[in-house]
């Protein structure tokens, strides 16, 4: 194993590679599962010297996620133009009101309880994203874009005519 | 748990729209990322090596799930911290449940985060196992070149940045870089066989 | 007899009398009054929409004046927007970047919950069924279940108001009884009168981008057929419009058996869409090619009923 990579995975464990570096490294990783698990060797040494606990992580951990992440449906948001930390909820005292009635456990169930299937062929965002496509084929299908909080589509609706002005 | 950088929650940023927009993949590498540390976090809770990895994998399987709904109010890693906490939580529950011989009761399991951890190493094997590793990694340190034992010591109980490091050693960044790095290097080197050989 | 024992004769005979001039409504009149005061009475309250595992609350208001209707949504929470239909067409004004947008949507009327005017069109399909009476908003409300007869669409349940007949709470059901979608007001007042919003003068004010502006056409001018249908789906819209760049047109038809609504779309091929089954929350879509074109059947109705429906489709040129 290049020295050089796990020099960059020892510096990634410390939170001192530059994100361009732990990108490449991490992809690295997702395709050399030793590389995999000797970070996380490292990481269970960082943690043993502090807790006389050592913690192996199972090899075939993050491929059974991987697994299971491949029946789960896509997500297909509108791309955000600007990735939001201070970002506030603006309700009225009714909201919170509707929320203590219908956050009730008889109402509902989790987000993906209705099954969804594997797709087949899935491939990478192509020159006109896959997911906007989609997204295109939602908005024109029903209003409920406008009800549901993901209305911020603006860079998803594409214009198709301008008004007459 | 230490500080993230600006780098690691502009590369968490990167991921999660990435995997926002249809990007599968993207999700791996944050679960690449962050598996050992939501497997610690989630063993401080379970007290159980092997659950606890079970517990963790369906904590990244609900943040899959969820993450439709994460508008970046808070630092990603912040976000999926609290998802294992309450996916350990609500596995403490139902593993009450299930035996009428343990007690568990929710509160408690936030105020025993430091209570000793070798709870759910049950087997005599596994324990053995466990004082076997440690032992090897303090041997190992202890038999580190001086240089190497102190900036390893200063990183991993002081929590030290590199440039903190650099100043507490009078050396540049790159010399505290690579004695880090070789450190753990002669660790591994160590530590390795007995992993091989041993029960994982 | 005594005169007391007169007295509660002719008060039990009275309440009797009076009892059998108020006969018990069933569903179906039950949901035809709904529909009627959908239309003609002003309301407003608050209501929650929850989808895909999301809670969206939002002001409401519907404004009803010599055949007009007006619905108005406000949200609660970011992105702030208003949204307003009427006249087939959904404007939504975001507040925070001061955008309209105006989506032409003729087919569909209400917000709150579509039922078909003519119930008769869906006994076929569905069975109404008055299955309870519950308090919602803290008004009593009759139950109605919309039970589908076959699996190929979800089954419903509408509490209207026994007073004004307004829809409170409508859930639409998976096969297995999970609610996939809810729509739910936590308050409602009905009023004399309410305001209209006049469009036009948002349009104005604001610079406005018209998305979906394509004419309704015939849907013999669509390049395919729908050859597989189940029980009770009717065309009901089609148009070929510019989606996703303003070069690609894309065959839109809109199905819908008066509850569930299917869209088929189709435009040319591209490398980027994949085939077979997807969910989006409770939309299930598949995707399939046909030639050079690229076919997509979604809607909030089960995996194999979008799945027979997007097999079921020939090209119009092929079709014996």
């Given at each position: 194993?290049?020295?050089?990579?796990?020099?960059?995975?020892?510096?990634f464990?410390?939170?001192?590679?530059?994100?361009?570096?732990?990108?490449?490294?991490?992809?690295?990783?997702?395709?050399?599962?030793?590389?995999?698990?000797?970070?996380?060797?490292?990481?269970?040494?960082?943690?043993?010297?502090?807790?006389?606990?050592?913690?192996?992580?199972?090899?075939?951990?993050?491929?059974?996620?991987?697994?299971?992440?491949?029946?789960?449906?896509?997500?297909?948001?509108?791309?955000?133009?600007?990735?939001?930390?201070?970002?506030?909820?603006?309700?009225?005292?009714?909201?919170?009101?509707?929320?203590?009635?219908?956050?009730?456990?008889?109402?509902?169930?989790?987000?993906?309880?209705?099954?969804?299937?594997?797709?087949?062929?899935?491939?990478?965002?192509?020159?006109?994203?896959?997911?906007?496509?989609?997204?295109?084929?939602?908005?024109?299908h029903?209003?409920s874009?406008?009800?549901?909080?993901?209305?911020?589509?603006?860079?998803?609706?594409?214009?198709?005519a301008?008004?007459?002005? | 748990?230490?500080?993230?950088?600006?780098?690691?929650?502009?590369?968490?940023?990167?991921?999660?729209?990435?995997?926002?927009?249809?990007?599968?993949?993207?999700?791996?590498?944050?679960?690449?990322?962050?598996?050992?540390?939501?497997?610690?976090?989630?063993?401080?809770?379970?007290?159980?090596?092997?659950?606890?990895?079970?517990?963790?994998?369906?904590?990244?399987?609900?943040?899959?799930?969820?993450?439709?709904?994460?508008?970046?109010?808070?630092?990603?890693?912040?976000?999926?911290?609290?998802?294992?906490?309450?996916?350990?939580?609500?596995?403490?529950?139902?593993?009450?449940?299930?035996?009428?011989?343990?007690?568990?009761?929710?509160?408690?399991?936030?105020?025993?985060?430091?209570?000793?951890?070798?709870?759910?190493?049950?087997?005599?094997?596994?324990l053995?196992?466990?004082?076997?590793?440690?032992?090897?990694?303090?041997?190992?340190?202890?038999?580190?070149?001086?240089?190497?034992?102190?900036?390893?010591?200063?990183?991993?109980?002081?929590?030290?940045?590199?440039?903190?490091?650099?100043?507490?050693?009078?050396?540049?960044?790159?010399?505290?870089r690579?004695?880090?790095?070789?450190?753990?290097?002669?660790?591994?080197?160590?530590?390795?066989?007995?992993?091989?050989?041993?029960?994982? | 007899?005594?005169?007391?024992?007169?007295?509660?004769?002719?008060?039990?005979?009275?309440?009797?009398?009076?009892?059998?001039?108020?006969?018990?409504?069933?569903?179906?009149?039950?949901?035809?009054?709904?529909?009627?005061?959908?239309?003609?009475?002003?309301?407003?309250?608050?209501?929650?929409?929850?989808?895909?595992?999301?809670?969206?609350?939002?002001?409401?208001?519907?404004?009803?004046?010599?055949?007009?209707?007006?619905?108005?949504?406000?949200?609660?929470?970011?992105?702030?927007?208003?949204?307003?239909r009427?006249?087939g067409?959904?404007?939504?004004?975001?507040?925070?970047?001061?955008?309209?947008?105006?989506?032409?949507?003729?087919?569909?009327?209400?917000?709150?919950?579509?039922v078909?005017?003519?119930?008769?069109?869906?006994?076929?399909?569905?069975?109404?069924?008055?299955?309870?009476?519950?308090?919602?908003?803290?008004?009593?409300?009759?139950?109605?279940?919309?039970?589908?007869?076959?699996?190929?669409?979800?089954?419903?349940?509408?509490?209207?108001?026994?007073?004004?007949f307004?829809?409170?709470?409508?859930?639409?059901?998976?096969?297995?009884?999970?609610?996939?979608?809810q729509?739910?007001?936590?308050?409602?007042?009905?009023?004399?009168?309410l305001?209209?919003?006049?469009?036009?003068?948002?349009?104005?004010?604001?610079?406005?981008?018209?998305?979906?502006?394509?004419?309704?056409?015939?849907?013999?001018?669509?390049a395919?057929?729908?050859?597989?249908?189940?029980?009770?789906?009717?065309?009901?819209?089609?148009?070929?419009?510019?989606?996703?760049?303003?070069?690609?047109?894309?065959?839109?038809?809109?199905?819908?058996?008066?509850?569930t609504?299917?869209?088929?779309?189709?435009?040319?091929?591209?490398?980027?869409?994949?085939?077979g089954?997807?969910?989006?929350?409770?939309?299930?879509?598949?995707?399939?090619?046909?030639?050079?074109?690229?076919?997509?059947?979604?809607?909030?109705?089960?995996?194999?009923?979008?799945?027979?429906?997007?097999?079921?489709?020939?090209?119009?040129?092929?079709?014996?």
């Amino acid at each position: 194993m290049p020295e050089d990579l796990n020099q960059k995975m020892s510096q990634f464990l410390d939170n001192e590679l530059d994100h361009a570096d732990a990108l490449l490294l991490l992809q690295k990783m997702q395709s050399q599962p030793e590389l995999q698990d000797k970070m996380n060797r490292y990481e269970a040494v960082s943690h043993a010297l502090k807790t006389d606990v050592f913690l192996a992580v199972r090899s075939d951990f993050s491929a059974k996620i991987h697994q299971h992440i491949r029946q789960e449906a896509f997500h297909l948001l509108p791309q955000r133009k600007s990735y939001k930390r201070t970002y506030k909820l603006m309700a009225l005292a009714a909201s919170v009101a509707i929320v203590t009635v219908i956050v009730d456990r008889s109402l509902e169930p989790p987000f993906n309880a209705a099954s969804t299937l594997q797709v087949a062929n899935t491939q990478l965002p192509e020159p006109y994203p896959l997911n906007k496509r989609i997204n295109d084929y939602l908005q024109a299908h029903n209003n409920s874009v406008y009800t549901n909080g993901e209305a911020d589509f603006q860079p998803l609706g594409r214009v198709t005519a301008y008004s007459d002005k | 748990m230490s500080s993230h950088s600006r780098n690691s929650e502009q590369l968490d940023e990167n991921l999660v729209l990435r995997v926002q927009q249809g990007d599968k993949a993207a999700f791996d590498l944050l679960v690449i990322k962050y598996q050992h540390k939501i497997i610690q976090l989630v063993n401080r809770y379970v007290k159980d090596p092997s659950e606890a990895q079970d517990v963790a994998q369906e904590t990244f399987i609900k943040a899959y799930r969820a993450l439709g709904d994460f508008r970046g109010d808070s630092a990603f890693y912040t976000w999926l911290y609290r998802i294992a906490i309450n996916t350990a939580k609500n596995y403490l529950v139902s593993r009450a449940r299930r035996s009428s011989n343990y007690q568990v009761d929710i509160q408690d399991a936030e105020a025993i985060e430091n209570a000793p951890q070798l709870q759910g190493m049950d087997t005599p094997e596994r324990l053995l196992l466990n004082q076997e590793i440690i032992d090897t990694i303090k041997t190992a340190i202890d038999q580190l070149p001086e240089e190497m034992r102190t900036a390893i010591m200063l990183r991993e109980f002081e929590g030290m940045s590199y440039e903190e490091i650099a100043v507490a050693m009078d050396c540049p960044v790159g010399t505290v870089r690579s004695r880090l790095f070789r450190a753990r290097e002669a660790i591994d080197i160590k530590l390795n066989p007995l992993l091989e050989h041993g029960d994982s | 007899m005594t005169v007391v024992n007169y007295f509660f004769l002719v008060l039990f005979a009275s309440i009797g009398l009076a009892s059998a001039g108020e006969p018990e409504l069933d569903a179906r009149q039950v949901v035809v009054k709904m529909n009627h005061a959908m239309e003609v009475l002003n309301y407003q309250g608050t209501v929650a929409f929850l989808r895909n595992g999301k809670l969206e609350p939002m002001k409401y208001v519907h404004a009803a004046e010599n055949g007009i209707e007006q619905e108005r949504l406000t949200s609660l929470n970011s992105p702030l927007r208003e949204i307003i239909r009427g006249a087939g067409q959904v404007s939504c004004l975001f507040k925070e970047t001061q955008q309209t947008l105006v989506d032409h949507r003729p087919f569909e009327r209400s917000f709150l919950v579509d039922v078909p005017k003519k119930l008769d069109d869906i006994d076929a399909t569905y069975q109404l069924e008055r299955v309870g009476e519950e308090n919602v908003a803290m008004l009593p409300s009759y139950v109605i279940a919309i039970r589908p007869k076959d699996n190929a669409r979800y089954p419903r349940k509408i509490w209207i108001e026994k007073q004004r007949f307004l829809p409170l709470k409508a859930v639409v059901y998976d096969n297995s009884g999970v609610p996939l979608e809810q729509m739910v007001f936590t308050e409602i007042e009905v009023k004399d009168a309410l305001p209209f919003v006049d469009v036009q003068r948002l349009d104005a004010d604001y610079p406005a981008r018209h998305i979906h502006q394509a004419q309704p056409q015939s849907s013999d001018q669509a390049a395919f057929v729908a050859s597989e249908l189940p029980k009770g789906f009717k065309e009901i819209f089609f148009t070929r419009k510019p989606m996703h760049d303003a070069g690609q047109p894309v065959d839109h038809l809109v199905l819908s058996d008066g509850f569930t609504l299917v869209s088929i779309y189709m435009e040319n091929k591209t490398a980027a869409m994949p085939s077979g089954l997807q969910s989006i929350g409770a939309v299930n879509s598949y995707s399939r090619t046909l030639d050079n074109y690229q076919l997509t059947v979604m809607g909030v109705a089960p995996a194999e009923t979008v799945k027979l429906i997007a097999e079921g489709i020939k090209l119009r040129d092929a079709r014996e």
